[in-house]
């Protein structure tokens, strides 16, 4: 199942990042795949803000150390897959201790990486549609984030944000 959400500022990506983050259970992989610029990031600041309490002006891109931890209620591993050539570089910095661990790991460039992710990784693919705006495309991977993506979709729905949402699938 598929749900999509269109977004028209920074903020409105960062809050459907937090929103996000409330379905995000220990062990969850979040692939993110989008070109330059896209969101992923942005979004990711909602996840890690939601998930630890961070400020989200602390989550930058971590393009030069690969790997960045945020300690909170729940760890966020946020990995940024650029400067990879293959999934096996992602043996270095300690991905699979991530994956196997009580944390949340999410992938910028998910697809560089790809052989390396979990099956029942959750896939958003971000698109930029406009200036401003972003479409990202939730793909659930497991009949719980199916329901989950749901509830999450009812949310936004009854008013808890101002993202425009679709579904199908
Ligand atoms: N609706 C929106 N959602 C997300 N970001 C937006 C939006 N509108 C404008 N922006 C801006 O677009 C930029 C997105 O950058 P961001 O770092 O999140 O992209 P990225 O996909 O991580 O890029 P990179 O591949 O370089 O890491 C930010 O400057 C952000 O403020
Ligand atoms: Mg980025």
New binding site residues.
């Given amino acids: 199942m598929n749900i999509i959400f269109d977004?028209?500022?920074?903020a409105?990506?960062v809050h459907l990042g937090r929103l996000l983050a409330g379905m995000l259970r220990p062990g969850m992989v979040v692939a993110?795949r989008?070109?330059?610029?896209?969101?992923?990031?942005?979004?990711?600041?909602g996840i890690a803000s939601g998930l630890t309490g961070i400020d989200e002006r602390d989550v930058t891109?971590p393009?030069f150390t690969i790997l960045q931890e945020y300690n909170g209620p729940v760890t966020l591993y946020h990995v940024?897959a650029?400067r990879l050539d293959s999934a096996r570089d992602l043996d270095a910095v300690g991905f699979d201790d991530c994956v196997d661990g009580s944390g949340v790991t999410v992938v910028?460039?998910a697809d560089r990486v790809s052989e390396a992710l979990p099956g029942e990784a959750l896939i958003v693919t971000?698109e930029q549609t406009g200036?401003?705006?972003?479409r990202f495309c939730l793909q659930a991977a497991t009949p719980q984030q199916a329901r989950d993506l749901k509830r999450l979709s009812g949310m936004l729905r009854a008013g808890d944000g101002r993202t425009d949402e679709h579904t199908s699938g």
């Fill in positions: 977004t028209s500022t920074h409105e990506t993110l989008g070109d330059l610029g896209a969101g992923k990031t942005t979004l990711v600041k891109s393009t940024d650029y910028e460039w971000i200036d401003q705006q972003r």
